[in-house]
Nanobody
Framework: QVQLVESGGGLVQPGGSLRLSCAAS????????MGWYRQAPGKQRELVAD???????NYADSVKGRFTISRDNAKNTVSLQMNSLKPEDTAVYYC???????????????WGQGTQVTVSS
């Protein structure tokens, strides 16, 4: 069982900053990627940023230059530094891990419980 525990989030004014953190624990044989998704009311869940084990980092166009993802492979943690926040960044943010629980397992998606980020004056 893979468990993801998120921290951070909250209410911030436009132009402000927040930092989200996520720690993965439990039975993890290997991790292919760690990242963050978000879902705003009435919209589909979308990728914000992820970091693959091969060293590739992907960002949604809407957050490039404002958000920075960082990952600690030794600790199985991933963080998202969010700067210059805008009202349209308001959403529930979910930590995601793509990986195998056992060596014989297929690659699966594991999700955190979600943390609310609200950008408003």
């Amino acid at each position: 069982q893979v468990q993801l525990v998120e921290s951070g989030g909250g209410l911030v004014q436009p132009g402000g900053s927040l930092r989200l953190s996520c720690a993965a624990s439990g039975s993890i044989f290997s991790i292919r990627a760690m990242g963050w998704y978000r879902q705003a009311p009435g919209k589909q869940r979308e990728l914000v940023a992820d970091s693959t084990s091969g060293g590739t980092i992907n960002y949604a166009d809407s957050v490039k230059g404002r958000f920075t993802i960082s990952r600690d492979n030794a600790k199985n943690t991933v963080s998202l530094q969010m700067n210059s926040l805008k009202p349209e960044d308001t959403a529930v943010y979910y930590c995601n891990v793509k990986g195998r629980a056992r060596y014989w397992s297929d690659v699966a998606d594991y999700w955190g419980q979600g943390t609310q980020v609200t950008v408003s004056s």
